[in-house]
């Protein structure tokens, strides 16, 4: 079956919402952060860390997923939640934003666009169908339209033909959508040109997806911009279908996110920030190579919950993430990924009490220390 | 306390041993195969899955944590146990291999040897004196002595001064060895040469240690040369105290030296191997990379409980092992190290029932694929 979502409660003072959405592995809450699963599997987690976070739904990534190991071999394997031994909810991007990120050159044409692999140099095309199709194999939960995610700053006449190909794309590939179990969004474009987004917005729900993303939004502009985006667009989506604001997990994004009626949140920084020692706590990020640690035996963030600080020091930690052990690295993510987990299972009780903006201020006046 | 070993059997067709130790941290049976944390941390794992795989006891390298974090830093953790969150008994090495191995150029002197580090360079003295120090700050279960882990081959008269040299470096060492909670082994040395390995075996055993390790045997001999090392060392050690030989880890190796009445191993082998894709089965060690396990939906291993073969598949591992995903080498990890203590669970059975070597030829028989 499709996915089926429910909006439960409206903060009485904001635009954020208080949701479920139930998929064929499960029912989560929204709004919800989603932890990011390039390869097929959350870098440096288990499926039972996933678990253990409370991850609600997972991300992984088409084009990634597409050159290696191949979606045949996941379509064999009985999808990608057998393949990966995960045995809940998966949404699967287009690999759109992977072509224009990490395939350099690339081509843009009607068809698609023709790029080199990054892992071998081969020549590919994606087009909106054979995104699809390889979506349709992976067997995720949600799929995404194929969309070009635009350069910033782009002018206002290569993001209008911009988004009228992305248009095109999407209806292509809801043509040739066919897993009943599996759902799929349209994707608002339009950079920062709030006539393109309102366009853009409206057409695609003309399409009648069943969610809509909002892409671009994090290539590079300031908070403000990114912020303007959001609002230029969400008011043209159906309150009756999800929202995700594509590649955005900096807390206060997302508490921005929410409070104009996002849903949905994705994003590589708290895995990637880990990788490198950092560490979100609610008093601001924390670099944890930081020699002020060395004798610091005290959790990472007291006020936090997960395996990493319930059982482990700072001066541990700082010790394997300076000695590269990817324990170190394992236990801060599950850390930053817990952290952002947690922060919206507090932003949905706070909607749930009407209490929103008050949390969210709270929030942030902690987080920067005001 | 010290730790006290109990003979409870032995083979009656061979030198195999069944005992127990018993430690402040617990008691574990012999023979033990003993996981290396050369960091603080065996590498990619977890302390819940070192629980998980039954692991005894670890080991942990002094000249590592001596250089990084530092030795005062774990002792006002509360020691290792507590700095690394690991509740098992620990044995520490003495830094003796490590400084003969990794740090190059070394000068030997009879104080000691004087080397760079091979993090930065820093020219460092490291003594007996100064190995047990920080053994006790450290406070593992089991400390090790300072010996010299002569090259192979050396020449017989090399090979005698360097025993004799152990010999006075392994008095110095328990004459300030202070920590009442730690045991001390003493440790054989003396090549391929008959003479001296006795001759090591029995002046070493009158200095009146915990427990008595053979070094040296693993250093780029041939395996019959290695089994008659331990042949010439260990019918001079006591039976009522633990023997361990060092750096020594392949299945067929660990089967040749329980024969001989070895108590204890450890390798950095199954991790390494893991870490590069290689895995043991009970059929013989496999590469996970090779094409014919591209669409190979079966566990690594059928025969085997843990929690990589329990779920997941050599397709997946594969994956995520030419994806350079860590997640790939933990659960070969896992897998590696489960299955060399499962080896041990089962040698100590059978040398229990008193059939240790039918045992031995069976697994070796279907290892070797004879």
Redesign the interface.
Known sequence: MKIKYQLLHKDKNSEARYGTITTNYGTFETPIFMPVGT???V?????RDLKEINAGIILSNTY?LWL??GED?IK???GLHK???YNGPILTDSGGFQVFSLANPRDISEEGVTFKSHLNGDKLLLTPEKSITIQNKLDSDIAMSFDECAPYPSTYEYMKNSVERTLRWAKRGKDVHQNKNQSLFGIVQGGEFEDLRAYSAKETVKLDFDGYSIGGTSVGEDKETMYKMIDYAIKYLPQDKPRYLMGVGEPLDILEGVERGVDMFDCVLPTRLARHGHAFTRTGKINIKNAKY??D?TPVDKECDC?CCK???K??I???I??N???????LSIHNLRFLIKLTEEIRQSIKDDNFLTYKSNFINKYLKK
């Open positions: 390869q097929a599997t870098k440096t987690l288990d499926v990634h290696r190991p071999i064999k394997a009985g393949f990966m031994n060395k004798e035996f395996e059982h482990y020091t001066a541990y700082r010790h394997l300076i000695a052990e990817t324990l170190g690295q394992r236990l």
